[in-house]
């Protein structure tokens, strides 16, 4: 118990009311930096809307095995709460929020020990993608992970996109193909265990359900080099490609596609900050750092360079 806050076991009821809170969470925390205006604040429609963009992937990782959802709650009411997903040898913390108001009660380190009770181990992991506050590093820092790279939220106007990718001259056009679902599986199985030291074949047969994935090939060997998931509405990610120059292709067409497909205001990419390749190719075409947050981790990620993480950020 701290600060009167007693812990308990979330459940599938618990789900949107929590998703709620985060995005409370996240508006306080982009005021506090200046990417938003006070008075931006989400109405409830916008947030139960947010909540159905993001429900499937939220209920997919509630529902998998060996996992930890912790509810803190004060007087009966929600302030608080965690969630752990095992992926392989990795146990993700995907969300750790606490109500605005009851920020710096301790809150957010009781929900932790819950969620990742002990030491991490060389056969168990732990990763999350932490804000770069000071108090967040330090505070996951002392449940055994230590900052690997930088990871970054990308963001350009769609128009400013458009009219600078019709303005390059030197521009090369990198066949790209769409995958059919058990296509795209396979070759999630062979690339990303090597990029990230793990594997996650449950995660991509979720998302090739609600996802497309884009591929560069390789025609002599028959092999892609590069993969990328885009929903439908406009998430991207997660991309991965045999070399970090690999990747720039496939990221660039996803954005193409999703800016003329679905037209948004902004496109927004995330990028780790050891991709060097793409981000001088995003810099080039005017994006610039939304977000910048840190994945940490008590194991190494061999391969980030060649790593796109995905949107929305819940999983790396």
Not at 29 to 34: D, N
Not at 179 to 208: C, I, N, Q, V, Y
Request: net charge negative.
């Amino acid at each position: 118990m701290v600060a009167e806050v007693t812990l308990r076991g979330g459940t599938n009821r618990d789900l949107e009311a929590t998703h709620a809170l985060s995005q409370r969470a996240i508006f306080e925390a982009a005021v506090k930096r200046g990417t938003l205006p006070p008075d931006t604040k989400p109405n409830p429609d916008e947030t139960r809307a947010e909540w159905k963009r993001q429900r499937g992937l939220i209920e997919y990782l509630a529902a998998q095995p060996s996992g930890r959802y912790c509810i803190a709650e004060k007087d009966g009411e929600l302030v608080g709460y965690g969630r752990v997903v095992r992926f392989d040898r990795v146990e993700q913390l995907t969300e750790l929020m606490v109500e605005p108001g009851h920020q710096g009660e301790g809150i957010g380190r009781a929900i932790l020990e819950s969620c990742w009770p002990g030491d991490p181990s060389p056969d168990l992991g732990r990763l999350v993608i932490a804000t770069g506050e000071p108090n967040d590093l330090g505070l996951y820092m002392s449940f055994g992970v230590m900052p690997v790279c930088g990871h970054w939220q990308m963001r350009q106007g769609t128009a400013a996109f458009v009219e600078r990718r019709s303005q390059e001259l030197d521009r090369q056009e990198t066949g790209v193909h769409v995958l059919k679902p058990d296509r795209a599986l396979a070759e999630w199985r062979r690339m990303e265990p090597g990029a990230l030291g793990f594997s996650r074949p449950g995660l991509h047969e979720h998302f090739a359900r609600d996802r497309t994935c884009l591929a560069t090939f390789d025609a002599e060997a028959s092999r892609a080099t590069s993969l990328c998931w885009v929903s439908s509405e406009g998430e991207i990610g997660p991309a991965v490609a045999e070399s970090s120059q690999a990747l720039v292709p496939v990221v660039l067409a996803v954005l193409d596609r999703v800016a003329a497909t679905q037209e948004p205001e902004f496109l927004s990419v995330f990028s780790t900050t050891v991709s060097w390749a793409l981000l001088r190719r995003l810099r080039v075409l005017g994006f610039e750092i939304y977000w910048p947050s840190w994945i940490m981790s008590s194991k190494p990620l061999p391969g980030l360079d060649r790593y796109v993480p995905t949107r929305p950020p819940h999983v790396l």
